[in-house]
Every structure is written in structure tokens, then in C-alpha cells.
Nanobody
Framework: QVQLVESGGGLVQAGGSLRLSCVAS????????MRWYRQAPGKERQFVAY????????DYADSVKGRFTISRDIAKNTAYLQMNSLQPDDTAIYYC????????WGRGTQVTVSS
């Protein structure tokens, strides 16, 4: 089992920045990659960003390319999501996902961007 705990969410004005963290514990050796997803009220959960185990490969949703950066500190078992130029449409609960045969999810952290 892998446990994930997100942090770093909050309320920010449009144009501002936040950095989310996701700390993994448990059988972290089984984790191949990590992703961030988000879910806005009344909408389906959507992919935001991906990073491979080594950190060499990343991918982003078109809506966040150039504004968000995913990174990973393997020694700390932590993934980060640096979010810049935030807009009201970025308001959502952000979830960390780790996968390696099994999908693991955190409970999420709320990000609210005011106009």
C-alpha cells in the first residue's frame, strides 16, 4: 500500500502562484510515476500533469502548459506542482495520484483562485 498526502492549497488571487506537495509513504518502491489531477465543482476529474519515476519524463494538460511545473524529489518521496499565473478556472480540488500496477490517490487539497 502507498499513502499520499497533499498540501499547499489555499486561496490566491488571479495571477498568483501556489506550490502543491504530495508526500508518499508505505511501499513507495512500487511507484512508477505520479500524476496530479483536479476536479472542479460539477465537473469530472481531469488530468493535470505527469512525472515519471526518474523525473526525466513529464507531460501536461494543454490548459496548464507553460504555467504549471511538476517535479519530484525521490529521496523525500515527494512530488510537487508549481502553479503560476493562476486563473479562476484553475479553482478545483487537486489530487495526487501514484501508480505502479495499482492506482493510489490522496484526499486532495483545495485551490481557490479569486478574480
Amino acid at each position: 500500500q502507498v499513502q499520499l498526502v497533499e498540501s499547499g492549497g489555499g486561496l490566491v488571487q488571479a495571477g498568483g502562484s501556489l506550490r502543491l506537495s504530495c508526500v508518499a509513504s508505505g511501499r513507495t518502491s512500487s511507484v512508477e510515476g505520479m500524476r496530479w489531477y483536479r476536479q472542479a465543482p460539477g465537473k469530472e476529474r481531469q488530468f493535470v500533469a505527469y512525472i515519471s519515476r526518474s523525473g526525466d519524463n513529464t507531460d501536461y494538460a494543454d490548459s496548464v502548459k507553460g504555467r504549471f511545473t511538476i517535479s519530484r524529489d525521490i529521496a523525500k518521496n515527494t512530488a510537487y506542482l508549481q502553479m503560476n499565473s493562476l486563473q479562476p478556472d484553475d479553482t478545483a480540488i487537486y489530487y495526487c495520484n501514484a501508480f505502479g500496477g495499482i492506482n493510489y490517490w490522496g484526499r486532495g487539497t483545495q485551490v481557490t483562485v479569486s478574480s
